[in-house]
Structure formats: C-alpha cells, structure tokens
C-alpha cells in the first residue's frame, strides 16, 4: 500500500462545482502539504501544514482551501472550480528537517 | 526570473551513456538541495537530498553542489531506459521538510 494516498486519481468536473481532493498518509509525519503541477510552470505549493492546528498558505492559495482533520489527513478544496484550475494536484508529507514524500496526484479537469 | 531555472528538454540518449541534468538558482538563502524523479502519472520521488556544497553518490547517481555559483547537477552513469522520467531539481533554504522552490523539471529519455 502506497504511504501517501490521494483520492480520487482523476476527476472531471464543471465549472462552478465544488470539488474535494483528500490526502491520507501512513508514514507518521506531522508535516503535509498541497501543490499543483502545470507543464512549463513546475510544481507550486498551495497550501501547507505543520500540525492539526496549523495552517499556511502557499505561493497560489486564492480559490482554494484546506482541512486538517487528522494528522493523517489533509483535504484540499476547489471551493467554486474554474477552468484554470484543470491541473495536476499532489500532497506530499515530511516530518521537520527531513525531505517532502509525495503521492500519485490527482488529474483534475474543469470543463 | 524564477528562483530556480532547468532546461525542460527533452534530453535523448543512448542507452549506458553519462547523463548530465542540471539546474541554476538565485537566492543565497537555499543551503538544501533535492533532486526528484517523476514517471508519467506518477507522484515526484526523492532521489537525492544533499545539504550545502559538495557532492553526494549513490549508486549510479551522483548530485553535485557548487554555491559559490548557484549550480546544482545529478550525474547519472551507464544510463538505463528505466531511467527514462521527468527529473525535477528543487531547493530550500530550511531544510527539505519546509517549503521547496521546485524547478520546471527536465524530461530525459534513455533509448536502446
């Protein structure tokens, strides 16, 4: 079983719709974080957490928000989705000092 | 500017050759440097993790840092098509578990 896991692996949606991504991690970190990926723009960070009770945005966090619901949890929100936000959405986790583990990402379109 | 620049590519070679990806950076602050391997419809894998100046092996993989002029390489030697990925550089002034400034990533292909 994967330690990182991302549902749903790929999601079609309209414009509009509110859209859920969820995140669950088995590795222990305390640390979680949310990016996208666009060809040509590289991986860019949303959101980020540091614990259950802490939350920071990241470089791109307009139109988007998270939820922390466990320590093993973190869920990101497309609250009214438009066609900008068609990506490649990927957590990762890391505990302090040591380097980010990713998941599989989700594909997501917006019509 | 971005913080951190890598040649896209795509990178073609044949297979067993010495392979050479590398990035540049502009901010003095980053003293972490990682390098991340991607598949198609994959996540990014942590292939190397290296803290400051110098050079750190692992097999057939060797990543390369030179502060003194913001330039970060990973060498691959007898390159094999499984290989064959999207490799990101990325960089942290905190340490790999803070916020990374990821580069575009550069595709290699390693052909028969």
């Known amino acids: 079983d994967a330690d990182v896991t991302q549902t749903p692996r790929n999601r079609i949606t309209k414009t509009g719709k509110r859209i859920m991504l969820e995140c669950s991690q088995t590795?222990?970190?305390?640390?979680m974080y949310w990016y996208r990926q666009d060809p040509g723009l590289g991986l860019r960070l949303i959101y980020y957490?540091?614990?259950?009770?802490?939350?920071n945005k990241g470089e791109i966090s307009d139109g988007y928000s998270v939820s922390r619901q466990a320590q093993a949890k973190f869920s990101l929100s497309l609250e009214s989705a438009i066609p900008n936000q068609t990506a490649l959405y990927f957590c990762a986790t890391s505990s302090l000092g040591q380097p980010q583990h990713f998941g599989d990402g989700t594909r997501l379109s917006i019509l | 500017q971005k913080e951190v620049e890598q040649d896209p590519g795509p990178l073609s070679v044949p297979e067993g050759a010495i392979v050479s990806l590398n990035c540049t950076y502009s901010n003095s602050a980053f003293q972490y440097f990682m390098w991340y391997r991607q598949y198609s419809r994959k996540g990014p894998e942590l292939l190397m993790y290296t803290y400051s100046s110098g050079n750190k092996e692992d097999g057939r993989f060797t990543a390369q840092v030179d502060k003194s002029s913001k330039y970060i390489s990973l060498f691959i030697r007898d390159s094999q098509p499984s290989d064959s990925a999207t490799y990101l550089c990325a960089c942290s002034s905190t340490g790999g578990g803070n916020k990374l400034t990821f580069g575009t990533g550069t595709q290699l292909k390693v052909e028969l």
């Open positions: 590795k222990g970190h305390d640390r």
């Open positions: 957490s540091f614990d259950v009770k802490d939350i």
